[in-house]
């Protein structure tokens, strides 16, 4: 059974930084493009990153790039967000998402509540 | 950017209702397009994609259409677990990858 489970989600200070994990299994973790996305409260969903099999190739938002770093360790099945210059507009639950080649997702993690507030 | 909008943005409907969801796109996507449920609390799920495919596991009752700009989403007979929000994703000209912003089906 395919399962993503994000971790390290919190409250942070503007200006703070933030590392989110996404734990695989179930599925070859490093044959599969991966994403994050994530959702504002009472908003709809918006992507954030890709990332390929291998991690040699990355994908921001513009509302990220720059800020935002993703990475994976395929030895260890997990994907992270390094999220740095947090601002309060990046408040969402983010969810880590498997790519069925082809750029849709076909499995989701049940998501991480990040919160920056001071 | 390619910007996809739903209608309507509530849907009302009863038990045993025919639903028809909506999704336009700015620019031509082919059909490059997929649809999702999302129910609060819970990881959203994979319906549809190639504008017309279900995923693996959907039940028929789910059905996608269209190409292009105009796409439509319909659920033969809603059941009592099918009220949620659905999202409709275009993957043809990315990045960025884009979401509409959901269409929720409440119960009548």
């Known amino acids: 059974e395919v399962q993503l489970v994000e971790s390290g989600g919190g409250l942070v200070q503007p200006g703070g930084s933030l590392r989110l994990s996404c734990a695989a299994s179930?599925?070859?973790?490093?044959?599969?493009?991966m994403f994050w996305v994530r959702q504002a409260p009472g908003k709809g969903l918006v992507w954030v990153s890709r990332?390929?099999?291998?991690?040699?190739?990355?994908t921001y938002a513009d509302s990220v790039k720059g800020r935002f770093t993703i990475s994976r360790d395929n030895a260890e099945n997990t994907l992270y967000l390094q999220m740095n210059s947090l601002r309060a507009d990046d408040t969402a639950v983010y969810y880590c998402?498997?790519?069925?080649?082809?750029?849709?997702?076909?499995?989701w993690g049940q998501g991480t509540l990040v919160t920056v507030s001071s | 950017e390619v910007v996809l909008t739903q209608s309507p943005a509530t849907l009302s409907a009863s038990p045993g209702e025919r639903a028809t969801l909506s999704c336009r796109a700015s620019q031509s996507v082919r059909s490059s397009l997929a649809w999702y449920q999302h129910k609060p609390g819970q990881a959203p799920r994979f319906l549809i994609y190639g504008a017309s495919t279900r995923a693996t596991g959907v039940p028929a009752r789910f059905s996608g259409s269209g190409s292009g700009t105009e796409f439509t989403l319909t659920i033969s007979s809603l059941q009592s677990e099918d009220f949620a929000v659905y999202y409709c994703q275009q993957y043809d000209n990315w990045p960025p990858w884009t979401f509409g912003q959901g269409t929720k089906v409440e119960i009548k």
């Open positions: 998402a498997r790519d069925l080649t082809g750029n849709v997702f076909d499995f």
């Open positions: 990332i390929n099999s291998d991690g040699s190739s990355t």
């Open positions: 179930g599925f070859t973790f490093s044959s599969y493009w």
